[in-house]
């Protein structure tokens, strides 16, 4: 199904001769509800939680849910138990999968040893723009799935476009104005269509502990910010090329465009820090794969390069950025240390 704010992206793209594709979707029983981004509430998502967990538990495992882990203990270079709020599970090989962000605070929360200081470095993540376009007909955007239309245009240039509509509330606080003004402005609800532009970073940040919860350092590099731009400017040609009459760029102090010989002056405005509303998701790159441990945290099995029975299965393995979505890798990578980690055992 392809809605309306998908079509203006494949509208626009067609009329400027940019290459467009149809998304492949991992779901079953659609109901088309468009919540996917809020969380499926008809568990259509072909997800982890939805066929990995059931297979495992099949498979003899226990599942402790809403049990927060609050530490690995090590002792002779293993890991030996694992400490949570409410119990302490003694394990012969620990398994962490907490994710980029969670992982590397575990581990250091763990004490776990890091001679080199690699744990948490090599933040990769998607840093991403909205761009709205205030189009002559109904939108509707929140009707129907969310993104089934991709722009594959400028992937050589690093940036990958998608459709990026908003529920009311995170529109809210996009759109320019205060009180009157920003009123109008939410009025434009209906014919909003809005874009993404995704890239693929050059940043590597750091991810360290703060009372125990993860603290993001990241600052975009100069290329990140020369591709944000390019991504910028071809959403905002796309949306003028589909029928918007105004198009908003994400500026703090945001900027409406009116004509699209606009666009082209991307370039002089000011992309620094606290300038643009920056999104980012898909962090990975934190615990990453290699042969040698003054770069890398685990070995290509997926094993801790200081704690022999300690391995980890997640985004934070990935030795580079992806620069598209990162499931089918991540779901990859995971069933790879998995078969590692069952061969150790015997099983």
């Not at 980012?280 to 801790?304: F, L």
């Not at 391995?311 to 078969?339: K, N």
């Amino acid at each position: 199904m392809v809605n309306a704010n998908n079509q203006v992206l494949r509208d626009g793209a067609a009329r400027l001769g940019y290459a467009t594709a149809l998304l492949s979707h991992n779901r079953r029983d659609c109901l088309k509800s468009g919540f996917c981004t809020l969380g499926c509430s008809f568990d259509a998502k072909e997800n982890a939680l939805k066929v990995m967990v059931p297979r495992a538990v099949r498979a003899g495992a226990t599942v402790l849910a809403d049990c927060r882990v609050d530490g690995v203990e090590v002792a002779g270079g293993r890991a030996v138990r694992v400490r949570a709020r409410d119990v302490v599970v003694e394990a012969e090989i620990v398994c962490v999968a907490a994710g980029a962000l969670d992982t590397p605070v575990l581990l250091r929360k763990s004490g776990l040893p890091d001679p080199h200081g690699v744990t948490g470095r090599h933040l990769h993540l998607h840093p991403g723009v909205a761009v709205a376009g205030v189009m002559e007909r109904v939108i509707q955007g929140w009707i129907g799935i969310p993104q089934s239309i991709e722009c594959t245009q400028f992937q050589r240039e690093g940036v990958w476009i998608v459709p990026a509509f908003a529920h009311p509330i995170a529109s809210a606080t996009m759109l320019p104005g205060f009180g009157d003004e920003h009123a109008r402005w939410m009025a434009l609800y209906p014919r909003l269509a809005v874009l993404t532009p995704m890239i693929h970073d050059q940043a590597e940040g750091v991810v360290t502990a703060e009372d125990g919860r993860p603290r993001i350092h990241y600052t975009p590099t100069d290329t990140d910010r020369r591709t944000l731009a390019l991504g910028i400017r071809e959403c905002a040609r796309i949306l003028f090329a589909a029928g918007a009459r105004q198009v908003i760029l994400p500026f703090n102090e945001p900027v409406i465009l009116d004509e699209p010989r606009a666009a082209e002056a991307i370039d002089e405005h000011d992309l620094g820090p606290r300038r643009l509303m920056l999104t980012a998701v898909h962090p990975m790159g934190t615990a990453r794969m290699g042969g040698d441990p003054r770069s890398s945290v685990v070995d290509a099995r997926g094993r801790h390069h200081t704690i022999d029975n300690l391995y980890i299965a997640d985004a934070s393995l990935f030795p580079s950025a992806l620069g598209g979505p990162p499931q089918l890798t991540v779901y990859a990578l995971a069933m790879h240390v998995a078969r590692s980690i069952a061969a150790r055992l015997g099983a």
